[in-house]
C-alpha cells in the first residue's frame, strides 16, 4: 500500500501563485510515475501532469502547461507542484496520485490517490 497526503492548498487572487506538496508513504517504490490530477465542482476529474521517479522530465495538460512546474525529491518522498499565474478557472480539488507506468494520463490507470487539497482562485 502507498498512501498519499496532500497539503498546501487555500485561497489565492488570480495572477498570483501556489504550491501543493505530495507525501508519499508505505510501500514506496522507485518506479512510481506521480501525477497530479484536479476535479472542479461537477466536473470530471482530469490530468494535470505528471513525473516519473527519475524526475527527468515531466508532462502536462495543455491547460496548465507554461504555468506549471511538477518536480520532486526522493528523499523526501515528496513531489511538488508549483502553480504560477493562477486563474480562477484553476479553481478545483488537486490530488496527486501514483502509478507503476508512465504515459498513464486517465484516473482509472492510477492506483493509489490522496485525499486531495482545495485550491480556489479569485478573480
Known amino acids: 500500500q502507498v498512501q498519499l497526503v496532500e497539503s498546501g492548498g487555500g485561497l489565492v487572487q488570480a495572477g498570483g501563485s501556489l504550491r501543493l506538496s505530495c507525501a508519499a508513504s508505505?510501500?514506496?517504490?522507485?518506479?512510481?510515475?506521480m501525477g497530479w490530477f484536479r476535479q472542479a465542482p461537477g466536473k470530471e476529474r482530469e490530468f494535470v501532469g505528471v513525473?516519473?521517479?527519475?524526475?527527468?522530465?515531466?508532462n502536462y495538460a495543455g491547460s496548465v502547461k507554461g504555468r506549471f512546474i511538477i518536480s520532486r525529491d526522493n528523499a523526501k518522498n515528496t513531489v511538488y507542484l508549483q502553480m504560477n499565474s493562477l486563474k480562477p478557472e484553476d479553481t478545483a480539488v488537486y490530488y496527486c496520485?501514483?502509478?507503476?507506468?508512465?504515459?498513464?494520463?486517465?484516473?482509472?490507470?492510477?492506483?493509489?490517490w490522496g485525499q486531495g487539497t482545495q485550491v480556489t482562485v479569485s478573480s
Open positions: 496520485a501514483a502509478t507503476k507506468d508512465w504515459g498513464r494520463y486517465l484516473k482509472g490507470e492510477y492506483k493509489y
Open positions: 508505505g510501500r514506496t517504490s522507485r518506479s512510481s510515475v
Open positions: 513525473i516519473p521517479w527519475s524526475g527527468a522530465f515531466t
